[in-house]
């Protein structure tokens, strides 16, 4: 009976284990925020340096955007620094942006890897852009790295039509 309840408890500790691997902390939600607001506040301001350090630096890093005020896809950190130092020498003008982000969905692939998917509403003199965003992670000596930037527009106008319309 005791070798019996003892192989039960060590099974269901492996499995909370495996389940419990899936899950990000808070405080490691809290860093990742951190690093996309980062990102985003450093691309604005035009700090190719500063917004270069979000970013594992890899032939496999990916930064795709399609919104109002661009639309870019770009494969390979050289690819990527290439076209937004290119986009920041035609851009110059740092621009003032605010940003809220809801319905956070992160998943923890494994300890160094976290997917997660958001809603992000980016309002720029007034104006607002909806996007759905992705964003792959990985823990780098301590650090949390984007290797998968992707933002997509969600257009509002038709979501408001169809409210109305019912």
């Known amino acids: ?5 003892l192989l039960l408890v060590a099974c269901l500790l492996c499995l909370h284990n495996t389940f419990a691997q899936n899950i990000t902390s808070s405080e490691e939600q809290g860093q990742i925020k951190q690093v996309i607001a980062d990102e ?22 990916y930064w795709a955007i399609v919104d109002k005020e661009l ?23 740092a621009t003032k942006a ?8 992160f998943r923890k692939v494994n300890p160094t890897y976290v997917w997660l998917s958001f809603d992000q ?10 996007t759905k965003e992705l964003r792959i992670m990985e823990l780098i000596k301590g650090e949390w790295k984007i290797v998968n930037r992707t933002g997509f527009s969600v257009n509002t106008e038709k979501k408001e039509e169809k409210t109305t319309k019912q």
């Open 121 to 130: 509403t980016k309002t720029i003199d007034g104006k607002k852009v909806v």
């Open 1 to 5: 009976m005791n070798l019996r309840f």
């Open 98 to 105: 605010s940003y809220t982000r809801e319905n956070f969905n």
């Open 40 to 61: 985003a506040n450093y691309f604005n301001a035009r700090n190719v340096e500063k917004w270069s350090l979000c970013y594992r630096q890899t032939a496999q890093t």
């Open 71 to 93: 639309t870019a896809q770009q494969e390979n950190w050289d690819n990527i620094s290439k076209f937004v130092n290119t986009y920041f020498s035609q851009n110059p003008k």
